[in-house]
């Protein structure tokens, strides 16, 4: 099973971007679709972006069509969310998650292994 570790997260004005980084450990890693998810302060978990496998197909959040780019790199062991424009309401913690089934992540609910999270603050 892999295990993952966010990064990346920071402050950055509105219209800003961010590069977060997902760095999973474990020989499996590309055997996973992968998945961001996001949670602001007294919000529920929300999905934000989804890739498989492959890095073929790749779904978004209607809130980050056109601004996020999700993407991975299977020899580097590791996801990445390039978040251009972003708006204070993309304040929150950021998580990534892996399980072997895109759609189970694009639904949310229970993954097989998610990070510790990292905190995305877009000021006004």
Same mark, same amino acid.
């Given at each position: 099973?892999?295990?993952?570790?966010?990064?990346?997260?920071?402050?950055?004005?509105? !219209?800003?971007?961010?590069?977060?980084?997902?760095?999973?450990?474990?020989?499996?890693?590309?055997?996973?679709?992968?998945?961001?998810?996001?949670? %602001?302060?007294?919000?529920?978990?929300?999905?934000?972006? %989804?890739?498989?496998?492959? !890095?073929?197909?790749?779904?978004?959040? @209607?809130?980050?069509?056109?601004?996020?780019?999700?993407?991975?790199?299977?020899?580097? @062991?590791?996801?990445?969310?390039?978040? @251009?424009?972003?708006?204070?309401?993309?304040?929150?913690?950021?998580?990534?998650?892996?399980?072997?089934?895109?759609?189970?992540?694009?639904?949310? !609910?229970?993954?097989?292994?998610?990070?510790? !999270?990292?905190?995305?603050?877009?000021?006004?």
């Amino acid at each position: 099973q892999v295990q993952l570790v966010e990064s990346g997260g920071g402050l950055v004005q509105a !219209g800003g971007s961010l590069r977060l980084s997902c760095a999973a450990s474990g020989r499996t890693f590309s055997s996973y679709a992968m998945g961001w998810f996001r949670q %602001a302060p007294g919000k529920e978990r929300e999905f934000v972006a %989804a890739i498989s496998w492959s !890095g073929a197909n790749t779904y978004y959040a @209607n809130s980050v069509k056109g601004r996020f780019t999700i993407s991975r790199d299977n020899a580097k @062991n590791t996801v990445y969310l390039q978040m @251009n424009s972003l708006k204070p309401e993309d304040t929150a913690v950021y998580y990534c998650a892996a399980d072997m089934s895109i759609m189970a992540i694009t639904r949310g !609910g229970y993954l097989e292994v998610w990070g510790q !999270g990292t905190l995305v603050t877009v000021s006004s």
